[in-house]
């Protein structure tokens, strides 16, 4: 590890540590500001959380995952979602099975409880 990538890696530590100082000082401020009304405390932990995700999406790991984030979307938007008739298609053979199965399991549950009954007394 260089010299350089020791700093860089310092410079995380500190950066993920203010997050966390960040956050914790929002959970702390909503609690201690009970009083003051549900909306401005809202608003102020979007602010907070704002701001904590912001320092975040500056260290390395924060890069890595909006870079994953985003190549998500692209992949997300190749998909070919079924149309309409499909989606009812394979919900309707999804049932079916679902009860064939359901039918059986109970033809076998029954006859097996009717042995046991019987061997048993």
């Known amino acids: 590890m260089s010299k350089a990538e020791r700093a860089e890696h310092r410079l995380d530590i500190v950066k993920w540590f203010a997050v966390v100082t960040i956050v914790a000082a929002g959970i702390y401020a909503n609690s201690?500001?009970?009083a003051v009304e549900a909306l401005y405390r809202a608003m102020a932990g979007v602010?907070?959380?704002?701001?904590?995700?912001?320092?975040?999406?500056?260290?390395e790991k924060g890069a890595a995952v909006w870079d994953l984030a985003k190549?998500?979307?692209?992949?997300?938007r190749k998909v070919v979602w079924p149309t309409p008739q499909e989606t009812?298609?394979?919900?309707?053979?999804?049932?079916v099975a679902v009860l064939f199965v359901a039918l059986i399991l109970w033809a076998l549950d029954s006859?097996?409880?009717?042995g046991v009954q019987g061997l048993l007394g």
């Not at 602010?47 to 260290?59: D, F, G, H, P, Y």
């Not at 190549?71 to 997300?76: L, T």
């Not at 006859?111 to 009717?114: D, I």
């Open 32 to 34: 201690y500001y009970i």
């Open 71 to 76: 190549e998500a979307r692209i992949e997300v």
């Open 111 to 114: 006859t097996l409880s009717w």
């Open 47 to 59: 602010l907070i959380a704002s701001v904590a995700l912001a320092v975040a999406l500056q260290t």
């Open 88 to 95: 009812s298609q394979t919900t309707l053979i999804v049932v």
